[in-house]
């Protein structure tokens, strides 16, 4: 989630809700808007969506009794 957190720091955006669900849709809808207003580039907004897939996939699992390490 780096490369998504930078983005988002960069135009000065903090999420934080307490759920992570809502977290990751807010960032998923921040970074949606910057790329329609072209403020990032595709590579970016790629990147960050993928970042977005790839930790709702860690959650699915742990909510499943699939307990990951990663935060």
């Known amino acids: 989630m780096e490369k998504t ?14 759920d992570q669900w809502v977290d990751l849709d807010l960032m998923e809808a921040d970074i949606r808007g910057a790329y329609q207003m072209k403020m990032i580039d595709e590579k970016d907004f790629r990147l960050a969506l993928h970042e977005i897939r790839e930790r709702r996939i860690q959650l699915k699992g742990r909510a499943n009794g699939h307990g990951t390490t990663t935060p």
């Open 5 to 18: 957190l930078e983005i988002l720091r960069r135009f000065g955006t903090f999420i934080y809700t307490k």
